[in-house]
């Protein structure tokens, strides 16, 4: 264990993203969205199974009555972001690029709420109580893979989970999120923290926060001992925030390729998700919202704000006064990991950290050049692979070759194509193999 | 002099003649037992065949599939470039039956070029279609339909794709139907049919017509008058007409001209290849 002095802690490799735009929004509180006329909640908004659909169009329903249901254990449930009826069955843009199903909620304007379900007093629970009730909200992780949060506290026996580490890192530029998060819910992020622990079983419960958040850090630290969780401060860096980074920065521990973070004893979960896990088990209310960082330099009032999962984004940049050059481009999520768009009627879903308009001079192509080998990206990959040579392998498309050299452990986090002085396209190469790896070994 | 001859060139000249007669003899064993048949005919068949080792077949290549031609596992007529004439040449001098015919074409079942399709702005990314589709769908409005990046005009061994603004056109001529753009096109846009076939469904969208018609000018709405028309002929499936292949008679372009597509999705492929490479001033149908 790394931690034993009060150290800033970080991984090796990663890179220091310059000018990260987190100004714009860190000191803004959150702000609750008004009432949206409709709402379109997507089917297939976690890792897994799609849930089933439990309502018909013309349904009336409430808010957080459940809407579809989880079909099969890696799957979660959705529930009504407000009280109206149900528009129906409706394709909508998804945030892939590619058209989504979704659930239409037209708001009644008098978001009544079905009775929350009763508090549990988790002290004195079993394990598989409030599993039960994590799995029954529909909760899913929230930095951003949006893999369901009970399968992921439900390791198989033979795992021994000694450690269990919150995200607080938000090494993302732009987004402030999770950041405004611990600083205005500090003790439901550090109560919930504690009942993840009680899940798991697991006495060491750190949250690693990055240093530029120092308000976060004094505001956690001086009541996260009545919680026995522990605050560990670490370096601006990215992807300080990746789960294997992370573990390898807090523990000094190493997940091997192609394990998971189980395997080297951990587990790693969001502050928001442990927001939501506080909320769905002393609350008794299931993730219907989340806090998402509307930001980027043409946005006249980037801000943070308390949104309904299903809110068109549209709508989000309409609170957030609108733009004031013509955007250069969409992206739900950070710069670096988050997923361009093309249409502004994508709805926000669970994972949704943020909406990031770039400017017309960010969103600029530089064009690409030749692999000059210079290493630059060798270096900075957290994940210790050799982008540039992948990068070729993949152009003349030896997948086989690449799989070789482990393109599969690759995060995408983008840290080769951010320092590549050729600005070649590594991530996009690198995804294109990893789907094409993955296409193949499913068909045989 | 002569005691140079019998101590130095005399031995050196028994031992080497001895040696080669003794490798001699060796070859000759090996040549006579461990010979490997190969039959004169496979040789024979695969020099008939083109040798474009295209795998349009699904055999590993020329000579692969000239040995399954020997061996009788597949009927000369299975290759999918050679000529009519040049499968009867085969099927006479191995003394069989040539086989159906299974000469066939790919079409890009897609005709939303640059003009007629709602674009994306602003991909800058790899020109290659399979990780286009990665970045928020690829650069078209279309979910569906051709990328126009060009991944199958750079596979194919025959050089019988264009791109012409942003749409992959197959120049039937050229296509000889062995399939390897249909394996690299990553929407699945691109079918092979039989070479006889002149009209096509140049859409390949499921989804409702008002939805195709908010990104695609030429999109197939699903109006069924084509299906109207002749039922023997034309399908259609959910929102998406189809032309049925394997009926006993296909459409012809006169067909084409009394059904008159409201969009223009049905083409014959003259018509499309004319509209694509030299006809800039086509419209399609507004809404009639």
Redesign the interface.
């Known amino acids: 264990m790394k931690i034993n002095n009060n150290a800033v802690l970080s991984f090796k490799g990663g890179i220091h993203p310059s000018g990260n735009g987190k100004d714009l929004t860190s000191a803004k509180a959150v702000q609750t969205a008004p009432l949206m006329e409709r709402y379109f909640v997507l089917l297939g908004q976690n890792a897994g199974k799609a849930p089933e659909p439990v309502v018909n169009k013309g349904d009336v329903v409430k808010k957080y009555q459940l809407i579809a249901q989880a079909s099969g254990f890696v799957s979660a449930n959705l529930h009504a972001p407000t009280s109206g009826t149900v528009g129906g069955l409706v394709?909508v843009p998804g945030p892939?690029?590619?058209?989504a199903q979704a659930i239409e909620i037209v708001s009644d304007n008098l978001d009544e709420a079905v009775e929350p379900m009763e508090s549990i007093d988790w002290r004195n629970s079993d394990s598989k109580t409030i599993l039960d009730r994590i799995a029954r909200c529909g909760l899913v992780g929230m930095g951003g893979a949006s893999f369901p949060t009970h399968v992921k506290l439900s390791p198989p026996p033979d795992k021994v989970i000694d450690t269990l580490i919150f995200n607080g890192a938000e090494c993302e530029p732009y987004l402030t999120a999770d950041h405004r998060l611990m600083v205005e819910a500090p003790r439901k992020v550090l109560e919930g923290a504690a009942i993840v622990g009680k899940i798991l079983g697991v006495e060491n419960i750190f949250i690693g926060i990055e240093v530029n958040k120092a308000d976060a850090i004094t505001e956690l630290q001086t009541i996260a001992d009545g919680y026995g969780v522990k605050i560990v401060p670490l370096q601006v860096q990215y992807p300080q925030g990746s789960e294997k980074q992370l573990i390898d920065a807090i523990t000094g521990r190493e997940v091997r390729s192609g394990g998971l973070p189980m395997d080297a004893g951990c587990v790693v979960q969001n502050v928001g998700t442990a927001k939501a896990v506080y909320d769905a088990v002393v609350g008794g209310i299931p993730l219907i919202e989340r806090v998402v960082t509307v930001t980027g330099e043409v946005v006249a009032e980037p801000g943070n704000w308390l949104l309904r999962i299903g809110t068109p984004v549209m709508k989000v940049i309409e609170l957030a006064k609108g733009v004031t050059d013509d955007p250069?481009?969409l992206i739900l999520g950070g710069p670096m990991m988050g997923?361009?768009?093309?249409s502004y009627d994508v709805p926000v879903s669970k994972n949704t950290s943020g909406i990031l308009l770039l400017s017309k001079a960010d969103?600029v192509?530089y064009g690409s050049g030749s692999c000059i080998r210079c290493g630059r990206c060798v270096s900075a990959c957290p994940m210790h692979l050799v982008p540039c040579l992948l990068g070729c392998a993949i152009e003349s498309e030896r997948y086989d070759l690449a799989a070789q050299n482990h393109v599969m452990d690759c995060l995408e986090c983008g840290a080769c194509a951010y320092v590549c002085p050729a600005h070649r396209?590594l991530i996009?190469?690198l995804?294109?193999a990893k789907?094409?790896i993955r296409r193949r070994s499913q068909k045989k | 002099m002569s005691e140079i001859f019998s101590s130095i060139i005399l031995p050196a000249v028994i031992f080497m003649g001895g040696l080669g007669v003794l490798l001699g003899v060796v070859i000759g064993v090996f040549a006579k037992y461990f010979k490997v048949d190969s039959d004169p005919r496979v040789e024979l068949v695969t020099e008939l065949l083109p040798g474009a080792n295209c795998g349009g077949c699904g055999k590993a290549g020329c000579s692969d599939f000239a040995k399954s031609v020997v061996d009788g596992e597949n009927p000369p007529g299975k290759c999918p470039v050679s000529s009519p004439e040049q499968v009867s040449s085969i099927a006479r001098a191995l003394g069989i039956d040539a086989g159906e015919s299974f000469a066939r074409r790919a079409v890009v079942c897609c005709g939303g070029d640059v003009e007629q399709m709602v674009r994306?702005p602003?991909y800058?990314?790899?020109l290659?279609c399979?990780?286009a589709v990665?970045?928020?769908?690829?650069p078209k409005?279309c979910?569906y339909g051709c990328i126009g990046m060009g991944s199958c005009a750079r596979k194919c061994p025959f050089g019988a794709i264009e791109i012409i603004n942003n749409l992959a056109v197959v120049h039937s001529e050229l296509c000889v139907g062995c399939g390897t753009c249909v394996a690299v096109c990553p929407r699945g846009v691109i079918k092979l049919v039989p070479a006889e076939a002149e009209v096509h469904v140049y859409c390949n969208n499921p989804?409702k017509g008002p939805?195709k018609r908010k990104v695609c000018k030429v999109s197939c709405l699903g109006c069924r008058k084509c299906e109207r028309y002749s039922a023997e002929k034309f399908g259609t499936s959910g929102f998406l007409a189809s032309v049925k292949y394997d009926a006993a008679e296909l459409p012809t372009a006169a067909d084409v001209e009394a059904i008159g597509c409201p969009t223009g999705a049905l083409l014959t492929a003259k018509r499309h290849l004319e509209i694509e490479t030299n006809n800039p001033e086509f419209a399609p149908n507004e809404d009639k």
């Open positions: 394709t892939m690029g590619v058209p250069g481009k997923f361009a768009q093309k969103a192509n396209p996009q190469h995804r294109r789907s094409e | 994306t602003n800058n990314g790899v290659d399979a990780s990665l970045v928020a769908g690829g409005g979910s989804d939805d």
